[in-house]
């Protein structure tokens, strides 16, 4: 089963792509866990699309695809905005005793990569398309 949307790259375009998880997962037999990753990537993934992907100017789509094989959730985010490899980035200091004491930003990208069990990146330089897919098993 598969289910696609197609959203402004905007901050309003976030709340339209959470009720659109609130529908996958009615529509798809998914595990809890397939629908905490499901959340996460919105939250994590098309925030920082919306938040960094784009030049103000230059804001363009963010499409979302969920396909449920078996019991394998694949979700796969496109756009086109600035080229960026989530696997590229560093793990965030965990060592830090104090949250006050950690640097700010990276723990989404870093709870992405480790509840997912494969996390793969693609960026076409003729066409402009950066696309990230995300599986998940139960």
Request: proline fraction near 7%.
């Amino acid at each position: 089963m598969k289910q696609q949307i197609e959203v402004p790259g905007e901050w309003d375009s976030i709340a339209t792509l959470m009720a659109f998880a609130d529908s996958v997962e009615s529509h798809l037999p998914l595990s809890p866990d397939q629908c905490y990753l499901l959340r996460l990537v919105i939250e994590e993934i098309a925030t920082n699309i919306v938040k960094y992907g784009y030049a103000n100017a230059a804001r363009d789509i963010i499409q979302f695809t969920c396909v449920c094989e078996g019991d394998t959730l694949r979700v796969t985010i496109r756009d086109r905005g600035h080229p960026f490899d989530p696997r590229d980035h560093p793990d965030p200091d965990l060592s830090a005793n104090e949250a006050a004491d950690r640097s700010v930003g990276g723990l989404g990208l870093f709870f992405v990569r480790q509840l997912a069990d494969h996390v793969d990146y693609s960026h076409d330089p003729a066409s402009g398309w950066n696309e990230l897919t995300v599986i998940k098993r139960p």
